[in-house]
T-cell receptor
Framework: DAKTTQPPSMDCAEGRAANLPCNHSTISGNEYVYWYRQIHSQGPQYIIHGLKNNETNEMASLIITEDRKSSTLILPHATLRDTAVYYCIVISNFGNEKLTFGTGTRLTIIP | DAGITQSPRHKVTETGTPVTLRCHQTENHRYMYWYRQDPGHGLRLIHYSYGVKDTDKGEVSDGYSVSRSKTEDFLLTLESATSSQTSVYFC???????????FGSGTRLTVV
């Protein structure tokens, strides 16, 4: 069973903030939320990850709800180069669990 | 991506022939992975390695074998290629299971 649920597609105007939601209602206390993206035909690219606190880096911000059942990836000023498939992944910080990719959200930035 | 290269980038081969794909890293990362990506299935883990000579199966390992005789190289072999193995293959490296993975640019394999 999928650990995460994402909308299959979204559009966002260039220059606006892109907010990508992810539901992970069965997340357990030792599981992190990771975000990757895949630009057409390229290998996936790591964006950001978090456990329970909000996180920010040079690429994006990650907002995790207090109950940890959902999160939002924010690209603050979307550009055309942000058009990609975005994957939200939940993974434990124990054991040897590997990244498992779902089908993600296809984000299209509109000029 | 810097530090990880896959070869070849493209290959066409005939059914029944053996094929080896190579993943080479210069980051000295312990962990290496092979994924395949097909329309409608996303990325699926084939095999992974957690050190030299230490490998294990992923979710779609049938028909594939791997070897890692040195830290920098992880080879994926299709012993007898089939048309169902036509796919894009991605290699990834990481310092740990839960540390951000770095992916290669992919190998597009077509089995005819």
């Amino acid at each position: 069973d999928a650990k995460t649920t994402q909308p299959p597609s979204m559009d966002c105007a260039e220059g606006r903030a892109a907010n990508l939601p992810c539901n992970h209602s069965t997340i357990s206390g030792n599981e992190y939320v990771y975000w990757y993206r895949q630009i057409h035909s390229q290998g996936p690219q790591y964006i950001i990850h978090g456990l329970k606190n909000n996180e920010t880096n040079e690429m994006a911000s990650l907002i995790i709800t207090e109950d940890r059942k959902s999160s939002t990836l924010i690209l603050p000023h979307a550009t055309l180069r942000d058009t990609a498939v975005y994957y939200c992944i939940v993974i434990s910080n124990f054991g040897n669990e590997k990244l498992t990719f779902g089908t993600g959200t296809r984000l299209t930035i509109i000029p | 991506d810097a530090g990880i290269t896959q070869s070849p980038r493209h290959k066409v081969t005939e059914t029944g022939t053996p094929v080896t794909l190579r993943c080479h890293q210069t980051e000295n990362h312990r962990y290496m992975y092979w994924y395949r990506q097909d329309p409608g299935h996303g990325l699926r883990l084939i095999h992974y390695s957690y050190g030299v000579k230490d490998t294990d199966k992923g979710e779609v390992s049938d028909g594939y074998s791997v070897s890692r005789s040195k830290t920098e190289d992880f080879l994926l072999t299709l012993e007898s290629a089939t048309s169902s193995q036509t796919s894009v293959y991605f290699c990834a490296i990481s310092e740990g299971y839960r540390v951000g993975y770095t992916f290669g640019s992919g190998t597009r394999l077509t089995v005819v």
